[in-house]
């Protein structure tokens, strides 16, 4: 028998449409994506699905790659991003490109257990739930050999961190493996973060507890192609996140990653400073050159990680390290103003310090914004 909203529309009978989406944000991950196809193909059999592949333009043909299974296979999707990185956003921007009822959101890099996909679907089917999230953390669950012994102690401080500052209930809040109702998270949307890697952190600290959450145990499996595209920086980035959930969402969390690495330029200017006083130069000389090296190391930090979407490199980085320099010239000029009609008493050099770099942090964030690290 037909389907008559089929006949409505003019459509045959058999083109239904998917009711679960599962996005797979990727980054060099060409290896991994055609069998995590047929592993989805497996596991979802009895399903309605489709994999939206968004792909941040890796440079070893992701993109290429699962558009070659889309040819073939009508349920496979692929958005190419250009300009943008980082796995929250691209989540983002699967989950809105989906007009299935359930989203489901996983890692390509084969580390998720794709066979909890129907448990996860059925919770949210026949439960009062609105998020379901596969957890290491409770009962049954475990990190298994997905993460070495350093980043597993890091995650359990990390999870503590989420739960005590944002009360957060979440056993896991750290995984990056759950579903919930495509309209749950399109409602949130406009108030998560592109930046980042803690997608599901963001989408339940957004929601107030407004959202119906269980968690189901799985184990997390060893990457078997590529390597993690993790770094130590993304600590920074996981803090600024907290921090700005903390402060609900007053300021961005790239202003806050901004802030926190002008912290740590701060900390360079203070050491920079205090040593070129020691070999008896000038204070405003040695307050302009430690500002230099701060701006230096300030620079490269937030290439790294606040503008690691707009990340420059090559002669692009050094022409943007000029930039820096040259917009934030003006910062400097504050800077050494007001440090220099504060140093009255050399044993007061710290506070004199201190004041000029604060003043010259003001500029430093716009300008850069807007000229070092503009969108193309």
Not at 136 to 160: H, Q, Y
Request: hydrophobic share 50%; aromatic share 8%; with cysteine.
């Amino acid at each position: 028998m037909e389907d008559s909203k089929a006949k409505d529309v003019g459509m045959p009978a058999t083109a239904q449409s998917a009711e679960l989406s599962v996005i797979l944000p990727s980054f060099n991950e060409a290896a991994n994506i055609p069998i995590l196809v047929g592993l989805l193909d497996t596991a979802l059999k009895g399903v309605r699905w489709e994999a939206i592949v968004v792909d941040d333009n890796s440079p070893d043909g992701t993109t290429k790659v699962a558009r070659d299974i889309a040819a073939r296979d009508a349920r496979v999707r692929v958005i190419r991003r250009i300009g943008r990185r980082g796995l929250s956003g691209a989540c983002i921007e699967g989950i809105l490109a989906s007009s299935a009822p359930f989203v489901a959101v996983m890692d390509a890099d084969l580390q998720h257990d794709e066979t909890m996909l129907p448990k996860m679907l059925d919770a949210l089917k026949k439960d009062d739930t609105d998020l379901v999230v596969a957890s290491r953390k409770v009962d049954g669950g475990t990190v298994g050999e997905g993460l070495s012994s350093i980043r597993a102690w890091g995650s359990n401080i990390a999870n503590g961190l989420a739960q005590k500052l944002l009360n957060v209930t979440l056993k896991d809040p750290m995984s990056g493996f759950f579903m919930v109702r495509r309209e749950k998270a399109e409602a949130l949307a406009p108030q998560l973060s592109p930046q980042g890697f803690k997608i599901l952190l963001d989408l339940v600290s957004s929601a107030n507890g407004a959202l119906k959450i269980k968690e189901l145990p799985f184990t997390f499996r060893e990457r078997q192609h590529g390597e993690s595209k993790l770094d130590t920086l993304v600590t920074l980035d996981y803090f600024g996140l907290l921090l700005a959930k903390y402060f609900g969402d007053v300021v961005s969390v790239r202003f806050l990653m901004f802030g926190l690495v002008g912290a740590s330029g701060l900390v360079v200017h203070l050491v920079a400073l205090r040593l070129f006083l020691l070999g008896d130069m000038e204070f405003n000389l040695a307050q302009t050159a430690a500002s230099f090296v701060a701006m230096t190391s300030n620079f490269f930090l937030n290439n790294q990680l606040t503008y690691r979407d707009r990340r420059l490199s090559g002669v692009q980085a050094v022409i943007g390290l000029f930039t820096f320099y040259a917009v934030c010239s003006v910062g400097v000029l504050a800077n050494v103003g007001v440090a220099n009609l504060m140093y009255a008493d050399p044993a007061y050099w710290w506070f004199a310090g201190t004041a000029g770099a604060v003043m010259g942090a003001v500029w430093n964030y716009a300008a850069s914004a807007a000229l070092t690290w503009r969108k193309n």
